[in-house]
């Protein structure tokens, strides 16, 4: 996957990790999405999820 945004595509993660003290919560994600697309992310209770949102949203670094 290239790491240069194209035209088309409204959002990339690169990646992208994040941990919380010792515990490595997310680890080399990466995704992106085109205009028009609708993405759906799914797991279980404590698997990183809202974390990923709120990565995107900018409240977590």
């Known amino acids: 996957m290239s ?7 409204k959002i990339r993660l690169v990646n992208i990790k994040k ?10 994600v990466s995704f992106y999405a085109n205009n028009n697309e609708f993405i759906s992310l799914l797991g279980p209770s404590g698997s990183g999820k809202s974390t990923i949102f709120n990565i995107i949203s900018g409240l977590l670094d």
Do not use: A, R
Not at 3 to 9: A, G, H, K, L, V
């Open 3 to 9: 790491t240069y945004q194209t035209n088309n595509e």
């Open 19 to 28: 941990n919380f003290g010792n515990m490595n919560i997310i680890k080399n």
